[in-house]
């Protein structure tokens, strides 16, 4: 390269910088010209070649031209950092808007303080259980539908994913004397195809309170009056509960328990379907083969038991007529119930 090149070079590497119009270009000019491998360094290196009488004269241009594209370059660096500073401060935050808990979570803890009052603790349990616990405790004999092996899904001979939260009733129980007075709300499994209300994993809150006789008898009317409590809380004034007679293994005598329609107050409508009730949960007085199990005397003690489904309670408190808008975690869906 002679005098006269080195003066294009210089001109062209002036210009590039002067119009590079984002920090990254800047970046890449100054790589491309002063870079460890940039063409001014090259230059510097290869000065051996030029002939000795040349070398003074182009070594103090190429020096002066380094300096100049230096300097150009850190003004320009400055210019875009400044720049970015800028956009960050005076662009408007954009707005995501407010998070809010899912319903089923809304459920439970609403539950949990509900009950909570009136000195309930949560309990906890596993979601992979045994028989003994799901099943045998429970008073379910083998012949039972549940635990048929179409109808559950197992993991060898003695561990499935529990059917209901009825089995930390039994956990429970085999940890502590009474009194026990718990709420155990969690995860639950089935068979199930899903469709607008059914689906095989779902979750249900247990109740349990046993107390020690003859002192504490616990009847089937404090059950009701505790529900009755539980359905004005969750679901506003005027709620009454009604008892219907069932069966389930674990408790003697069972009901299924309905709250009048919040809706309507009970005269007819969409979502009681015209009956001014809606079943909410199984429950009953704890069966005395259940304490048996557990190791208490049933002659000592007295409870009842009960079980809500979560989804129902929150389809029914929100409006929601399909069970699996609740797992889509759809936001056009769940900001709704703000
Ligand atoms: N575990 C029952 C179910 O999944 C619900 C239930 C009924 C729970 C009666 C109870 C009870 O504690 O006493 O269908």
């Known amino acids: 390269m002679d005098l006269l090149e ?31 491998n940039g063409s001014i360094p090259m230059l510097i290196k290869a000065m051996k070649d030029v002939p000795k009488e040349e070398r003074p004269l182009f070594g103090k241009a190429v020096q002066a031209w380094k300096a100049e594209v230096e300097a150009l370059l850190q003004s320009k660096q400055a210019v875009s950092s400044e720049k970015k500073i800028e956009c960050d401060l005076s662009q408007p935050g954009r707005w995501f808007g407010f998070g809010l808990k899912h319903p089923l979570t809304r459920v439970i803890e609403e539950t949990a303080a509900i009950f909570g009052k ?8 596993p979601e992979l259980e045994n028989k003994f616990n799901n099943f045998t405790a429970l008073n379910t004999p083998s012949h039972h539908p549940s635990m048929d092996k179409s109808d559950t899904f197992w993991f060898g001979e003695d561990c499935l994913l529990r059917t209901q939260t009825s089995p930390v009733q039994i956990r429970a129980m085999m940890a502590n004397k009474p009194p026990v007075r718990v709420i155990c ?17 779902f979750h249900q809150i247990e109740g349990l309170y046993v107390d020690t006789l ?3 008898p616990v009847s089937l009317a404090d ?23 069932h069966f ?21 409508c969409g979502v009681c379907k015209q009956s001014g009730w809606i079943e909410v949960a199984g429950a009953g007085m704890v069966d005395p083969r259940v304490f048996e199990h557990v190791g208490y005397d049933p002659a000592k003690v007295s409870g009842y038991a009960f079980g809500f489904g979560v989804e129902r309670i929150a389809m029914i408190k ?6 699996r808008w609740l797992y889509e975690n759809d936001v056009r869906f769940l900001s709704q119930l703000a």
């Open 214 to 216: 003859p002192e504490k």
């Open 6 to 36: 080195l003066e294009t070079a210089r001109k062209i590497s002036l210009d590039e910088i002067a119009s590079a119009s984002d920090g990254a270009k800047v970046e890449a000019l100054r790589i491309k010209y002063v870079g460890r």
């Open 185 to 201: 709300p969690g995860r639950t499994y089935r068979r199930d195809t899903t469709d607008a209300t059914h689906s095989a994993n």
């Open 248 to 268: 389930f293994p674990f408790t003697e005598p069972s009901v299924e328990v309905d709250f009048s329609c919040h809706v309507c107050k009970g005269r007819g």
């Open 318 to 323: 929100y409006g929601i007529p399909d069970i």
């Open 118 to 125: 009136l000195g309930f603790t949560v309990a906890d349990g």
């Open 223 to 245: 059950l009701k009056s505790v529900l009755a409590y539980f359905a004005r809380e969750m679901m506003g004034d005027g709620v009454t509960v009604r008892f219907r007679p």
